[in-house]
């Protein structure tokens, strides 16, 4: 099969364990299929849990996923804070952990829209380079702020300064900003939601078909007339609606699968 081939295609489902890149878990499916391969939303190499993975055409499908809310679950240190907003960084400063009571009052300050500043250790670019590589030879930048929609974020467990955390949140949102934003720093991070996808589904020895990775846009089935127009470009497809052919992913609004 040569590299970088448009076959097999489709969606896979990964948990990612900690260490490893999210890139260096493509590379891995990548070289193991001979497919294109990309993801549809990164994690940070301490994270772990849910990656979305596409394979061949169905790489074009990637801007339909990265959108969708993510879930995630967090054990956040409150006695200290980091560069990064995460145990990798430098502590920048420790203080006595909230009560729960204070503890409450700074989680409501955080539900709904608003607004945190992105991370330093963060892929964003600043003046043309990578945050994170600026961080990494010590120059401070001021970061930008990014409106940010946390859907849920509730209390499971706080102990000995450290809260644990179940949250939904819009997709950009930086958990380690919210772990900043509470005074301290993100222990361990699980993501466990993209969307309708869920982490207990994972299994990375199976592809999802194209017509299977966007189960939250509606369905019109065309016939095969209307799924060789589309191919070529003749009939122009609405956007946000899968058109099937027998079964088979023809196309997403006006991106086609060949």
Do not use: N, W
Request: with cysteine; proline share 6%.
């Amino acid at each position: 099969m040569p590299p970088r081939a448009l076959t097999p295609s489709g969606l896979v489902l990964v948990d990612k364990p900690a260490g490893p890149s999210s890139f260096a878990i493509v590379r891995r499916l990548r070289d193991r299929t001979g497919a294109r391969a990309g993801h549809a939303g990164t994690l940070d190499p301490f994270a772990t849990g849910l990656l979305l993975v596409l394979l061949g055409s169905a790489t074009r499908l990637a801007r339909y996923l990265v959108g969708l809310d993510k879930r995630y679950v967090t054990e956040i240190d409150l006695a200290s804070r980091t560069a990064t907003g995460d145990l990798e960084g430098e502590e920048l400063e420790r203080s006595e952990p909230p009560s729960e009571d204070e503890l409450a009052e700074r989680l409501v300050r955080l539900r709904g829209e608003v607004e945190l500043a992105v991370p330093a250790a963060s892929a964003v670019k600043i003046g043309g380079e990578r945050a994170y590589r600026l961080a990494r030879r010590g120059i401070a930048v001021e970061m930008p702020v990014r409106r940010s929609r946390v859907h849920t974020l509730d209390l499971l467990e706080y102990a000995d300064g450290v809260a644990t955390l179940d949250l939904r949140v819009s997709s950009g949102t930086y958990v380690r900003a919210i772990a900043d934003a509470l005074g301290g720093h993100c222990r361990t991070l699980r993501r466990t939601e993209v969307g309708p996808f869920s982490v207990e589904d994972t299994d990375e020895e199976r592809i999802l078909p194209p017509a299977d990775a966007l189960p939250f846009l509606p369905v019109v089935e065309v016939a095969e007339g209307d799924a060789r127009a589309l191919r070529q470009g003749r009939m122009r497809g609405e956007e946000g609606v899968r058109y099937l052919c027998g079964g088979e992913l023809v196309a997403v609004g006006r991106t086609v699968l060949p």
